[in-house]
């Protein structure tokens, strides 16, 4: 069976430091790979996907990038942080190929920036 | 364009009762539909999905939904909630791309 691994799970950085979430997949090959940032109260943002290593494609103009060293992991990060950077970040993955893109969603990072 | 709304920004229901979730959506076609479940400092969990077929679809957790074509609906429902419901949903479209576009939520509280 397939497994998404986030971490940390909780990180409270200071307003302009560096950034590094990380993701990975077990149980599965060339995954397509997600990020979404979630505010309070608020629905999921697409931020990047990828559909392989070194293939990241962004959805919104921000603070943030993504990056792809190997099949199944998949890495946010940031060089400054903003205090708008605060929120819950969600990595996801869906099968290569699969016609509906159903994802499946790992347990989340809580970022604050104070 | 296309978009997804959850006109329910939050929801009380008694325990035992029966629930109804709105989502509807907009766009030129039916889309791939989903509903998630996201318990508090969680991710997300799928309950259902509908691709075509049966309007009526199935979940996990004694959850279905119905696709309605003509009001570009797809609603969740359960006959009794249990106190272990309350959670936040999102209804969820895709087209066929990466473009995976979510509702707001509808948080539930459940009460004894």
């Known amino acids: 069976s397939q497994t998404i691994h986030q971490w940390p799970a909780t990180l409270v950085q200071p307003v302009g430091s560096p950034l590094s979430l990380e993701c990975t997949v077990e149980?599965?090959?060339?995954?397509?790979l997600y990020w979404y940032r979630q505010a309070a109260g608020r629905g999921l943002q697409l931020l990047f996907y990828s559909v392989g290593i070194g293939q990241i494609s962004s959805e919104v103009p921000q603070n943030l990038s993504a990056s792809r060293p190997q099949d199944r992991q998949f890495i946010l990060s940031s060089k400054k942080l903003l205090l708008s950077d605060s929120g819950f970040y969600l990595c996801?993955?869906?099968?290569?190929?699969?016609?509906?893109?159903?994802?499946?969603f790992g347990p989340g990072t809580r970022l604050t920036v104070l | 364009a296309q978009s997804v709304t959850q006109p329910d920004i939050h929801i009380t229901v008694s325990e035992g009762a029966s629930l109804e979730l709105r989502c509807n959506y907009s766009y030129g076609a039916t889309p791939y539909l989903f509903w998630y479940v996201q318990s508090p400092g969680q991710g997300l969990q799928l309950l259902l999905k509908y691709f075509s077929g049966d309007t009526l679809v199935q979940g996990i957790k004694g959850f279905e939904a119905e696709f309605k074509r003509s009001q570009s609906s797809f609603n969740l429902r359960k006959p009794s909630v249990h106190w272990s419901d309350a959670a936040e949903y999102f209804c969820?479209?895709?087209?066929?791309?990466?473009?995976?576009?979510f509702g707001a939520g509808t948080r539930l509280f459940v009460k004894a």
């Open positions: 149980g599965t090959s060339n995954p397509n």
């Open positions: 996801a993955w869906s099968r290569q190929g699969a016609r509906t893109n159903e994802q499946f």
């Open positions: 969820v479209i895709n087209t066929g791309g990466f473009k995976t576009i």
